[in-house]
């Protein structure tokens, strides 16, 4: 079991930017490779980045490919995400996801076995 916790939102300006982070609980961390989505109102849940196990694989969804950059720290349980020039179209709850799968790349819901509570981004233009 998984247990994770989101932080870093907030309301930013336009072109600003934010970091997020995910802690997780248990000693396993480093086996599970990690996602960012995110749920704009009265959309479905989106894709937005991942990372291996190793932090030998990244990838992005291509709205924030260039602006956002997923990175880990398995001593520390933690998987961060670093958003630069954001548009309001990035405004949504942000989630961060672990999987146990393999396969790569991991950018489907379905793909994730434990899900964190959620973070609201709001970029203002």
């Known amino acids: 079991q998984v247990q994770l916790v989101e932080s870093g939102g907030g309301l930013v300006q336009a072109g600003g930017s934010l970091r997020l982070s995910c802690a997780a609980s248990?000693?396993?961390?480093?086996?599970?490779?990690m996602g960012w989505f995110r749920q704009a109102p009265g959309k479905e849940r989106d894709f937005v980045a991942a990372?291996?196990?190793?932090?030998?694989?990244?990838y992005y969804a291509d709205s924030v490919k260039g602006r956002f950059t997923i990175s880990r720290d398995n001593a520390k349980n933690t998987v961060y995400l670093q958003m630069n020039s954001l548009k309001p179209e990035d405004t949504a709850v942000y989630y961060c996801?672990?999987?146990?799968?393999?396969?790569?790349?991991?950018?489907?819901?379905?793909?994730?076995?434990?899900w964190g509570q959620g973070t609201q981004v709001t970029a203002s233009s």
């Open positions: 990372i291996s196990w190793s932090s030998g694989f990244t």
């Open positions: 248990g000693r396993t961390f480093s086996m599970y490779a």
């Open positions: 996801a672990a999987s146990r799968g393999r396969r790569w790349p991991l950018q489907n819901g379905y793909e994730y076995d434990y």
